[in-house]
């Protein structure tokens, strides 16, 4: 049981995180999404947007990508109010996978245009 939820439960629920992200990322210009609408897209599992259980949720989806040689998708789930960018938990898991953080929002902006450019061409599986 991931952090107390049932596997089948987990499992579909990134199912449905990923359709969701994959479909923001290939709308024309591309489109992020507050955690709390995020987790509100969710039906598989109920979870709160302050849940530290979302991040790991999320670190799992994104290094799936980035294993399967796809940009880091969750760079879409963005704070509501304040930055608008991702919260701290992307730029570390995208530090442990090797990228470059000296400048955060350079590094948001290139990968959300990996992302958006990923999805909406012809790379898409």
Same mark, same amino acid.
Do not use: C
């Given at each position: 049981?991931?952090?107390?939820? %049932?596997?089948?439960?987990?499992?579909?629920?990134?199912?449905?995180?990923?359709?969701?992200?994959?479909?923001?990322?290939?709308?024309?210009?591309?489109?992020?999404?507050?955690?709390?609408?995020?987790?509100?897209?969710?039906?598989?599992?109920?979870?709160?947007?302050? &849940?530290?259980?979302?991040?790991?949720?999320?670190?799992?989806? !994104? !290094?799936?990508? +980035?294993?399967?040689?796809?940009?880091?998708?969750?760079?879409?789930? !963005? +704070?509501? +109010?304040? &930055?608008?960018?991702?919260? %701290?938990?992307?730029?570390?898991?995208? &530090?442990?996978?090797?990228?470059?953080? %000296?400048?955060? /929002?350079?590094?948001?902006?290139? /990968?959300?245009?990996?992302?958006?450019?990923?999805?909406?061409?012809?790379?898409?599986?």
């Amino acid at each position: 049981m991931p952090y107390g939820f %049932d596997q089948a439960a987990w499992d579909q629920a990134k199912a449905e995180a990923l359709d969701v992200l994959r479909g923001r990322a290939s709308r024309r210009y591309g489109q992020t999404i507050s955690y709390t609408d995020f987790v509100g897209s969710l039906s598989a599992i109920r979870i709160d947007p302050h &849940d530290m259980r979302l991040s790991h949720f999320l670190e799992e989806i !994104v !290094v799936d990508e +980035h294993r399967g040689g796809r940009p880091l998708l969750t760079v879409l789930v !963005v +704070h509501r +109010h304040g &930055d608008l960018m991702p919260g %701290d938990g992307f730029f570390e898991i995208a &530090d442990q996978l090797g990228f470059n953080m %000296d400048d955060r /929002e350079a590094f948001w902006v290139a /990968e959300f245009n990996r992302v958006t450019d990923f999805w909406r061409g012809a790379n898409r599986p």
